[in-house]
């Protein structure tokens, strides 16, 4: 089985008010469930740090990598065209 990170907010964020993580188990063996408590809809967006610290230990943590994949720069061609590659 593939390993699955859940991340859930929970409450609406008040002023002043930190965002704290929690983890909670899942109902399978390869789930992972994070709650950002006072973190409102928008967690990759308005906590961005947090998320990506929590995405990037999941991922350190189940590929078993040193360094995660990084997108390659994006390569003029010889007809002057910008192409952009995506890491997948």
């Given amino acids: 089985m593939r390993p699955v990170l859940l991340m859930y907010s929970e409450h609406f964020p008040t002023p002043g008010t930190p965002v704290t993580l929690r983890e909670e188990p899942g109902e399978r063996l390869n789930e992972k469930i994070v709650r950002f408590e ?8 308005e ?4 998320f ?4 990037t230990a999941f991922l350190k943590e189940y590929l078993k990598m040193e360094e995660l994949p990084t997108v390659p720069p994006s390569p003029v061609f010889d007809d002057g065209h910008e192409r952009r ?4």
């Fill in 47 to 50: 906590h961005f740090e947090q």
């Fill in 85 to 88: 590659f995506s890491a997948v």
């Fill in 52 to 55: 990506v610290k929590v995405v």
């Fill in 38 to 45: 006072h973190a409102g809809h928008l967690i990759y967006r």
